[in-house]
């Protein structure tokens, strides 16, 4: 009795999920783009969370060297060429040295690495084109229709550690489509300088909460919250290749997480 009292209101009892599913969806939908609906500016993350740098830079050296007839274990160099990164910027921050843009920190640490690889020797317009391999980087599959989409409700901007001249000469070679692009030298300062971040909010009109940061790292996601910056976080998991360990999920209360770039566009409703 009891068996054939269940199948005749299972179809209601399935409606009624289906309903609630519906509701949910839509009120997590409609918090959203309420919580956000004060946002006006998006400002990016380049390096990583836009455009894939390890693959893009071990291509260029590779095409480079072999018309050279010089092969060597691009992905390690390209490994360790990354690796001044963050160390020369430090320096700067610290004292230790007067400031010098990140073009700069990598010249000077490519100079090294070719000696240590055993390349031939480049004459310095060679340098420097192996240098700027840094600003002919492809933007991950996503970049362009999420930008582009974007684009469409919100003002785009760069906030990065790049120098101004080589940001902008990347955003042209890839069609990145900013509004304005605030780079470390307009600054002064690296990320996460707070001065960084304070001076995007200050140049996109002053109130933080009309400001988010994408970004596909925890660190730069946490000092930009904690100016009352938005912040959304875009997991690039394999930005360091096969073996990376960090950033591979959200380590803080971040207000948006997104697949990727067209994810995101879609959770801000454009």
């Known amino acids: 009795m009891y068996g054939n009292h269940f199948f005749s209101v299972y ?3 399935v409606g009624l999920c289906l309903w609630l599913a ?15 609906a ?3 500016s998006l400002v990016f993350d380049v390096f990583g969370t836009v455009v894939d740098w390890r693959n893009s830079v071990i291509f260029e050296l590779s095409d480079f060297f072999a018309e050279r007839g010089f092969e060597a274990d691009w992905p390690d160099f390209v490994d360790q060429w990354k690796a001044c990164y963050r160390p020369g910027m430090d320096e700067v ?4 040295r007067p400031w010098r843009s990140v073009h700069d ?3 000077e640490t490519l100079e090294r690495l070719l000696v240590d690889f055993g390349a031939p020797t ?3 317009k ?4 192996v240098t700027d391999a840094w600003y002919r980087l492809d933007p991950w599959p996503d970049a362009l229709p999420g930008l582009t989409r974007l684009k469409s409700k919100y003002t785009l901007s760069t906030l990065s550690n790049a120098d101004f001249a080589g940001m902008v000469a990347m955003s042209k070679r890839a069609g990145l489509p900013w509004d304005c692009v605030i780079t470390a030298d307009v600054v002064q300062a690296y990320k996460p300088d707070p001065k960084a971040y304070l001076t995007g909010i200050r140049l996109l009109g002053g109130d933080p909460a009309a400001v988010m940061l994408v970004a596909a790292h925890n660190y730069d996601l946490a000092e930009a919250q904690s100016h009352g910056m ?3 976080f875009i997991p690039r998991t394999n930005e360091y290749g096969p073996s990376q360990t960090t950033n591979l999920k959200p380590m803080g209360d971040w207000d948006l997480v997104a697949e990727d770039l067209e994810d995101l566009a879609a959770k801000l409703g454009c």
């Open 38 to 40: 004060n946002v006006k």
């Open 105 to 107: 920190i990598y010249r």
């Open 93 to 96: 921050v610290r004292g230790d």
């Open 230 to 232: 938005r912040t959304a």
């Open 11 to 13: 179809p209601a009892l």
């Open 122 to 124: 480049l004459d310095e």
């Open 126 to 129: 060679e340098t420097e084109f």
């Open 22 to 36: 519906r509701c949910h969806n839509a009120e997590a939908m409609s918090h959203d783009l309420t919580d956000h």
